[in-house]
């Protein structure tokens, strides 16, 4: 979700500002980069990170690759919100499901 709502400009930099404890769920300081999140749950910036330069800097660079529409992001508030769990058809990468069931069926 972090690299989703366009608080990190990979998915290894989300995982390791996680990973660091640079972020809450719910008000609650999660450091557990495969925490399972729900709808309606709320990801904010930890105070101090939210004023570091970098941070500034990300927010930048990825403007531009968008936010998907089952989030969204409140820009001056640095929060984040799952607005509802999304399908098959809203998540764009690409993977071969038939292909997994195949290793799996082994």
Known sequence: ????????????????????GHFLVNGKKVDIPSFS??????????????????????????????IPEWLSFDSNTITGRINSMPTREQINLPVQEQLIVELYSK
Do not use: F
Not at 5 to 11: E, F, K, N, P
Not at 41 to 60: C, F, K, W
């Open 1 to 20: 979700m972090v690299y989703r709502l366009g608080l990190a400009t990979s998915r290894p930099q989300a995982r390791q500002l996680v990973r660091h």
């Open 37 to 66: 999140v729900k709808e309606g749950d709320v990801i904010s910036v930890l105070g101090r990170t939210a004023e570091e330069p970098d941070h500034r800097a990300r927010d930048e660079e990825v403007k531009g690759r968008g």
